[in-house]
Each structure stands twice: as C-alpha cells, then as structure tokens.
C-alpha cells in the first residue's frame, strides 16, 4: 500500500513565477490537508479537502494560494507569482473517511521543498 | 494562549533514561490526540495516538492524557540516539489537526 506521494519534492522558482505542488492521498483515503512548515517553526495547517470540494481552507493566504482535489488525479496546491517568503516546505497529508468517527489520524507525504530565487 | 503549547527545547536526555515530552491545549472540545515525531529534513511520522484519559503504551512509548487539565505527554523509555528528533504535539479541532512548533529532543550518547 503505497504512502501520501507528493512531487515535485525540490522546486526552485523565481519571483513571479507559479509553482504547483501535487499530493497524491493514500489508497483508500479521500481526505487530504495541505501544511507549510518554514525553517524552525512548527507545521501551519492551511487547508482541507475532500474529492472535489475545499472544506475548510482557513489556513490559506487570502491572495495568491489556491487548491484543488478534482475527482481524478492529485490534489494540487498553486502559488501564483511567488515571493521569496513562500520558501518553505510543504506538506501534504491524508486520512481515511471514518464513518460516524471523529479522528482524522493524518499520514504524512514526504514534502516539496520550495525555492524561491 | 496558543492553540497547542511546547517547549521548543533542547531538550536533553542521556541514553537509556526516559525521555518525558509535555503538551497543552486550549480547546476543551478536542478529543484526539497525536504525538508525531520529525528528523530533520524528513516529514512528520505519526508515532502514537490517545482519545480517553490514561495512559496508552506501545512498546517504548506511553503517550497520557488529562483532559481536565488540558494536558498530554509523551514518555520515552530506555532512549536512544536514534530517538533524537523534534516531536509534535497535535489536537483535532472540527475536522482538523493543529500542531504545536515542537520539541527538540537530543539524546546524549
């Protein structure tokens, strides 16, 4: 059963430029969270999808960022015209849909690492 | 007060001696719990999880919780040098996870 993917794992962009991030959840899985982690602080939750619907996204800069889980393919994270402190890295994770539960135990991808010149 | 609060650390701990990480919370409705620990450059790796009051062990770990004190930890018995990572704290709030920044834990050969 393979693990979260997520690809690029290094992108190096400059200034202006776009960058998209892909995250492909576990098998089995339909929720998928995006984090940001910069260097030395701890992991900012920025949003929560499921197949083809943002749930919440209360983590998410207001200008800039999007994200999208479409019914087919990976979930992707999009950063328009990127500054240099979007450099981070960013995390994407996934748990399983628990009927009637209410833990989301999340597994982690193994992270891009951004680069902005 | 933030969401979730640790001690960033360093945290030092001689081999073979427990290690003891504390975790509070300020939301009184959340009801699961996770201790993630993270190597340098690598993602977090979910070590343990808790929903009731307690104590719960797997193998070297014991994660403990007190609701009425908003309060979790995690103990790591008989510690290693391979044990030495940062470990997060983290609490659900609705349908999402918040994470603490982390405690730095370095084990001394």
């Known amino acids: 059963n393979a693990g979260v993917m997520q690809n690029p794992r290094h992108l190096v962009r400059r200034r202006g430029q776009e960058a998209r991030l892909r995250c492909s959840p576990m098998k089995g899985h339909s929720h998928v969270y995006w984090y940001r982690q910069l260097p030395e602080e701890g992991l900012k939750f920025m949003v929560y999808?499921?197949?083809?619907?943002?749930?919440?996204e209360s983590g998410m800069p207001k200008e800039r960022f999007s994200a999208e889980f479409p019914k087919e393919g990976p979930s992707i994270l999009r950063i328009q015209q990127v500054v240099r402190g979007d450099s981070a890295a960013y995390f994407c994770a996934s748990s399983p849909q628990i009927a009637g539960g209410t833990y989301n135990e999340q597994f982690f991808g193994p992270g891009t690492r951004l680069t902005v010149l | 007060q933030k969401e979730v609060e640790q001690n960033s650390g360093p945290l030092s701990v001689p081999e073979g001696a427990i290690a003891s990480l504390n975790c509070t919370y300020s939301?009184?409705?959340?009801?699961?719990f996770f201790w993630y620990r993270q190597y340098s450059g690598k993602s977090p790796e979910l070590i343990m999880f808790i929903y009731s009051n307690g104590d719960k062990e797997d193998g070297r770990f014991t994660a403990q919780l007190n609701k009425a004190s908003q309060y979790v930890s995690l103990l790591i018995r008989d510690s290693q040098p391979s044990d030495s990572a940062t470990y997060l704290c983290a609490v659900n709030r609705d349908d999402k996870i918040i994470f603490g920044k982390g405690t730095r834990l370095h084990i001394l050969p």
């Open positions: 999808l499921q197949k083809e619907n943002i749930i919440d």
């Open positions: 939301d009184r409705g959340s009801q699961s």
